[in-house]
Nanobody, 114 residues
Framework: QVQLVESGGGLVQAGGSLRLSCAAS????????VGWYRQAPDKQREFVAS??????QYTESVKGRFTMSADSAGDTVYLQMNSLTPEDTAVYYC?????????WGQGTQVTVSS
């Protein structure tokens, strides 16, 4: 089992920055992919960024503004979010994949005011 806990969300003005963290615990050996997703009110959950063996990927709307990284131990991943806009308002979730299973965190709220 893998447990994920996100943190770092909050309220920020447009143009501001936030850094989200996702701390993994449990059996994290063998995790093959990690990603960030978000879900805005009344919208489907959408992909934001991921790190896999193929590298780091971003959805088009966050390219150049968001940066995903992981610490050297591989048990914490980050999402640095700059130049935030109200359209970035959502609950942000961390996901990790291991042996074909997906593990999700509980989410952290990001609210960007105009």
């Amino acid at each position: 089992q893998v447990q994920l806990v996100e943190s770092g969300g909050g309220l920020v003005q447009a143009g501001g920055s936030l850094r989200l963290s996702c701390a993994a615990s449990g059996s994290i050996t063998g995790i093959s992919a990690v990603g960030w997703y978000r879900q805005a009110p009344d919208k489907q959950r959408e992909f934001v960024a991921s790190i896999t063996g193929a590298g780091t990927q971003y959805t088009e709307s966050v390219k150049g503004r968001f940066t995903m990284s992981a610490d050297s131990a591989g048990d914490t991943v980050y999402l640095q979010m700059n130049s935030l806009t109200p359209e970035d308002t959502a609950v942000y979730y961390c996901k990790m994949e291991k042996n074909g299973r997906e593990y999700w965190g509980q989410g952290t709220q990001v609210t960007v005011s105009s």
